[in-house]
């Protein structure tokens, strides 16, 4: 009698199953590829008042490469079905903490990017917004010094924030 209902279990656990189907994607784009196929970004280039050179190449490369590797758009020089561009606006230093001497303690980065998205597809996701990120260090420290280790780690933040305002639509 044990067998049966255990045999029965199995087989009704295994319709649901089959029936049932679940989508998901550990990377969080939620894309419809029937209809989105292409991404095309136009080079984000650095108005800044105060620029950081090695900053535009970087911010490029990374916002291309979290498409190319978290999606399965194909990129294309113009025109794709998905269109991202803008600048980089902000590049600026400001004193957070100072001590009893009235000397800063700590120093915040800030990088501002504004982003044009267009949705070829869905045009009520088509946006321009501007997205910001900060870092701060010990005011002790000299930009210099840090400055490639931060603006690595606010780049991949931002990007992280464009690509989930854009694809990933939690």
């Given at each position: ?27 969080g ?25 090695p ?17 399965r ?20 230093l ?8 009235a ?46 280790d ?18 990933a639509?939690?």
């Open positions: 009698m044990r067998i049966p209902v255990i045999l029965l279990s199995v087989l009704l656990s295994l319709v649901c199953f089959t029936s049932c189907s679940i989508s998901y994607q550990l990377n784009a939620s894309i419809d590829y029937s209809t989105t196929h292409t991404i095309s970004f136009d080079y984000i280039q650095n108005k800044a008042s105060l620029v950081y050179a900053l535009t190449i970087l911010f490029n490369d990374e916002l291309q490469k979290k498409y190319v590797n978290q999606t758009l194909s990129q294309v020089d113009r025109d794709g079905d998905l269109q991202i561009s803008g600048a980089i606006t902000g590049y600026s400001s004193n957070q903490a100072v001590n009893t001497e000397y800063a303690t700590v120093t915040r980065l800030t990088i501002k990017v504004k982003i044009k998205f267009v949705n070829k597809n869905n045009k009520s996701e088509n946006f321009e917004k501007e997205f910001s990120q900060y870092a701060e260090f010990d005011a002790t420290q000299m930009l210099t010094d840090v400055q490639d931060l603006c690595a780690e606010l780049t991949e933040k931002l990007v992280d924030d464009i690509f989930n305002a854009t694809v639509n939690w």
